[in-house]
C-alpha cells in the first residue's frame, strides 16, 4: 500500500464510548498530523508529531488523546466525546516539520467521518 | 488575527475558465499552497508559491502577490473532473498552515 491510509472510514459512537482512529502511512515522512474538518469551516490543526515526538497539540479537549508508537503509525484515541465533536478527522504526513528547510507539502488520508450522538 | 477568505462556492461550465481567489492576513509569510479535495476524498497538493507571480501546471495556474496578500488559482478548460472544493493555507512566521474554508466549486456540462 502507498499513501496514508485511515480507519475506519465511517463511525458512529455514543458520548460514553471509547473508540480509536487510526491512520498509517507508508511514505518514508517523519513527521504526522491530525486535523479537524468540519462543513464550511477551515481545518483544524490538532496534533503534531515529529519523529515520535509530539511538537504541537493545539489546545485540543483531554477527551482526544494521540498516540504515535512509531513513524508510520498514529492514533487518536476517543472517549466521552460531545456531538459538537462530530467531524471529518484527516490523518495527514509530511517528509519534515513545516519549517525554514522549505515548504513540506502534506498527503492526506481519506479521513474519518465521526458522528456522536 | 490571522485570517484567509476564500469565496465559499462557485458555478462555472465545462470548458471554460474560472478563478478561484484567496486573500490572506498573516503575522509573517512563507507562502501560500492549493489543495483540491473531492467530496469524501483526502485533499491532495496542487501548488506552492513563496515569490510573487504565476506559475503554470497544465491547466492549472497560480498567482501570488505578497505586497496584496492575494493569491488565486485559475484553472483552464474546465472538466467536469475538476469538480471540488479547493482549499487555500498560508504559512505563517511560525510555519504554522493557516487554512481557509475552501471554495466549492461547481462545474455545469
Given at each position: 500500500e502507498?499513501?496514508?491510509?485511515?480507519?475506519?472510514?465511517?463511525?458512529?459512537?455514543?458520548?460514553?464510548n471509547?473508540?480509536?482512529?487510526?491512520?498509517?502511512?507508508?511514505?518514508?515522512?517523519?513527521?504526522m498530523?491530525?486535523?479537524?474538518?468540519?462543513?464550511?469551516?477551515?481545518?483544524?490543526?490538532?496534533?503534531?508529531?515529529s519523529?515520535?515526538?509530539?511538537?504541537?497539540?493545539?489546545?485540543?479537549?483531554?477527551?482526544f488523546?494521540?498516540?504515535?508508537?512509531?513513524?508510520?503509525?498514529?492514533?487518536l484515541?476517543?472517549?466521552?466525546?460531545?456531538?459538537?465533536?462530530?467531524?471529518?478527522y484527516l490523518?495527514?504526513?509530511?517528509?519534515?516539520?513545516?519549517?525554514?528547510s522549505?515548504?513540506n507539502?502534506?498527503?492526506?488520508?481519506?479521513?474519518?467521518?465521526?458522528?456522536?450522538? | 488575527?490571522?485570517?484567509?477568505?476564500?469565496?465559499?462556492?462557485?458555478?462555472?461550465?465545462?470548458g471554460?475558465?474560472?478563478?478561484?481567489?484567496?486573500?490572506?492576513?498573516?503575522?509573517?509569510?512563507?507562502g501560500?499552497?492549493?489543495?483540491?479535495?473531492?467530496?469524501?476524498?483526502?485533499?491532495?497538493?496542487?501548488?506552492?508559491?513563496?515569490?510573487?507571480?504565476?506559475?503554470?501546471k497544465?491547466?492549472?495556474s497560480?498567482?501570488l502577490?505578497?505586497?496584496?496578500?492575494?493569491?488565486?488559482?485559475?484553472?483552464?478548460?474546465?472538466?467536469?473532473?475538476?469538480?471540488?472544493?479547493?482549499?487555500?493555507?498560508?504559512?505563517?512566521?511560525?510555519?504554522?498552515?493557516i487554512?481557509?474554508?475552501g471554495?466549492k466549486?461547481i462545474?455545469?456540462?
Amino acid at each position: 500500500e502507498t499513501g496514508v491510509t485511515q480507519t475506519p472510514r465511517h463511525l458512529v459512537m455514543g458520548m460514553t464510548n471509547k473508540k480509536s482512529l487510526k491512520c498509517e502511512q507508508h511514505l518514508g515522512h517523519n513527521a504526522m498530523y491530525w486535523y479537524k474538518q468540519s462543513a464550511k469551516k477551515p481545518l483544524e490543526l490538532m496534533f503534531v508529531y515529529s519523529l515520535e515526538e509530539r511538537v504541537e497539540n493545539n489546545s485540543v479537549p483531554s477527551r482526544f488523546s494521540p498516540e504515535c508508537p512509531n513513524s508510520s503509525h498514529l492514533f487518536l484515541h476517543l472517549h466521552t466525546l460531545q456531538p459538537e465533536d462530530s467531524a471529518l478527522y484527516l490523518c495527514a504526513s509530511s517528509q519534515g516539520e513545516q519549517g525554514p528547510s522549505g515548504a513540506n507539502v502534506l498527503t492526506f488520508g481519506a479521513g474519518s467521518r465521526l458522528t456522536v450522538l | 488575527g490571522q485570517n484567509i477568505d476564500q469565496p465559499t462556492e462557485m458555478t462555472a461550465t465545462e470548458g471554460a475558465i474560472v478563478q478561484i481567489n484567496c486573500t490572506y492576513q498573516t503575522s509573517g509569510f512563507n507562502g501560500l499552497f492549493w489543495y483540491q479535495q473531492h467530496a469524501g476524498e483526502a485533499p491532495t497538493f496542487l501548488s506552492y508559491n513563496v515569490l510573487d507571480g504565476l506559475e503554470e501546471k497544465g491547466r492549472f495556474s497560480s498567482f501570488l502577490s505578497r505586497s496584496k496578500g492575494y493569491s488565486y488559482l485559475l484553472l483552464k478548460e474546465l472538466q467536469m473532473k475538476d469538480s471540488a472544493s479547493y482549499l487555500c493555507a498560508a504559512s505563517d512566521s511560525n510555519y504554522q498552515l493557516i487554512w481557509g474554508a475552501g471554495t466549492k466549486l461547481i462545474i455545469k456540462p
